[in-house]
Structures are given as structure tokens and as C-alpha cells.
């Protein structure tokens, strides 16, 4: 059977887009991995072949990352919002946390930690609809926070820090929707975590890199499957881990090193980004980002229209022209287009030459 095979451009943001030559591999591999005459879905995680798996995705994951030695590696499920809770399990119980909120996400974070302990919000940009992030410097901290909590990219807003935060603190980070789309330096975070499902692979899977020492103030007495020690302990396969969704993203992984590593990856990001950005400032105010001009996000980027009925038009047109998802989040409305890695540049071009077009036919 042959199988038509049409790709649209997909500016969804997440799950999102997943490199074609990635894709092309796992089909390749579908029936038969390496010989084995079984799918990566049929075999035991406990047999030599996934072992082996395991093995490569996570070499991959610290040779893309620069992961230093003392960081645990781990890939969990539940998703980021599970790691939400559980930092807090295990790291907040009876203590105070500081958290600093640029978006929907890391206000999340800071409900979920309030049912374990103490999540201060040192920080918020609600009230100006989430379009800023601080300097992270000037903010005054608790004197025994265990933690300084930051969303690096807030996927809604499209608000992102655009560099690594330079604190004392132990940093606990969520990057779900900027990890891997740029170098960042892991040794200047304690906890970082990230939904796999946006630059990593498929959903199902959330990455976790812990630095060691953190594991010795984990409290006794944690539910085994939200105990990171025992997570560590047994090589995050205290259960049946999410085999085909870990081995999708060592794929996903080493297609970007053989790209050039992170660093050709992120120059990419900022050519794409910019191409959209221009589309929306050269504009005449048609359109309008929400996120402030220091802190606009490359891999998320909402976007108004002077009114719900042109949003409307736009995306549906959008659509038929083979570009999707366009649709904002409710919370923030008119439209978003989430250019993650494996997004091409020719679709952030054919973009923002229909947004020239829409522009100039409606405004
Ligand atoms: C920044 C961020 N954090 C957390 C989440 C929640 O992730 P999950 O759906 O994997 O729980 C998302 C999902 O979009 C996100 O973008």
C-alpha cells in the first residue's frame, strides 16, 4: 500500500513539528530495529536492545546539551505539569520556594507547589497580561528559599528570558517549549525540566536533568513513582517507561548534532523568528505582538488582529493555504505561531508574506 504523504506547515505548539529525516528513520526502523525483528514498541525495557536504547538517547541528550557529569539524566511521564508537583514533593514539603511567574505555565507551577509547601511569588506579570520578564537581579528573594523557580519560555504568552538566569540560587527551571533551541549552559540550574513534545519528540515523555547533590534533601517517605531518588536509583525504569517515546527523542537529539549542535540551531531559530517579527513591526500596527520587544519568545509568537472577525479570516486562509494551527490561546486570542526546531524557514517566509498580503487586502 502506497501511503500520499503531504506535510503542511504546522506552527502548532505542541505537540509540534518533528524533523522529517527523524521521522523517515523511525519508519525505516518501524518493523525491524537493528536487526532484531521487532519494533521499538514490542521489545522489554529490560532486554538487551532497549538497554542499548537507553544508552544512545541518553549519550545524545548530554552530548546535544553539554549535560555535565553531575547531573542525573532521567525521563519520566506525567508530562511537565507532573514535575510541577513533584519538585514540590520533594524538594518543598514544609519549606519555602521562590517562584518567579511571566506566564500561564509558572503560575501552574506555583498552584501545584502551594499544596506541598511555601510557593512565594516574588514575582508576576499578570497583572500587564504576562507580556514582560523581570530582570531577574533587581527581585528580592527569600532568605531560605530552597529554590528560585523560572519558566525560561512561557509558551502562551511568548515571553522568554532569552538567556540563561545568573543566580546563587538554586534554579529549578521549566523549559518545555525553548529546550534545545538554543546553547544553554546546564550548570547554571539546579533542576531543569521539559515536556518532550515541542523540540525533543513525542508526548509522553518529560526529560529531567537534576544535579546530584539535590537527591540527598529528597524526605523520606515519597510515593515511589515521585521520588527522583528512586527514580535515579532504578534508571528512571522503576516502572515501564515510555520506550518509543525515549527512543524517538535520542533520534530527534542526534539529528541536531549532526546539524552542528545547538549552536547552528539557535542561529537558525533567530533567522526564523526574525522573519516573523519583521512581518508583524513592519505592519503599521495591523498586527500587533504581545510579548514587550526584550523578551519576545523565537519558539512562541502571539499575535492580534484589530478584530475577532479579521482573526478569524486570517486563520481560515491561513489554513487553506496548508498553514495550521495558527489559532492563539484562549487566554491571550488572536493568533500564535510556535516555530520550533524542526519548523523550516520557508514556512515563517510564507507566512509573513500572507501576513503582507492579509495586511495590505484588509487593513
Ligand atoms: C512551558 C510549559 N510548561 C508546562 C507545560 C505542560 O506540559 P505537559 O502538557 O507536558 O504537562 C507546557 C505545555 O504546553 C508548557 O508549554
Redesign the pocket.
Known sequence: MTVATKRVFNFS??PGIMPVPVLERAQAEMLDWNGTGMSVMEMSHRGKAFMQIAEQTEAAVRRLMGVPDNYKVLFLQ???????TMLAMNFLRGKTGDYVVT?T??Q??VEAGKIEGNANVVWSGKSSGFNQAPDLARLEYSSEAAFLHV??????QGVDYLADPDRQQDVFC????CIASRPFDVSKYAFIY?????NLGP?GV?LVLVRDDLLERIPAGLPPMLDYRLQVENGWMYNTPPCFGVYMLGLVCEHWILYGGLGAVGKMNEAKAKVVYEAIDRSGGFYKGHAEEGCRSRMNIPFTLPSEELTEKFIAEAKALDMIELKGHRSVGGCRASLYNAFPIEGCQALAHFMREFAARNG
Do not use: P
Open positions: 505548539a505542541g506525567g508530562g511537565a505539569s507532573l514535575q510541577f506566564g505555565w509558572g501552574k507551577a519558566t525560561l519560555n512561557e509558551t502562551i521549566d523549559m518545555s517549549s521539559a515536556g518532550a513534545q515541542k508526548s518529560c
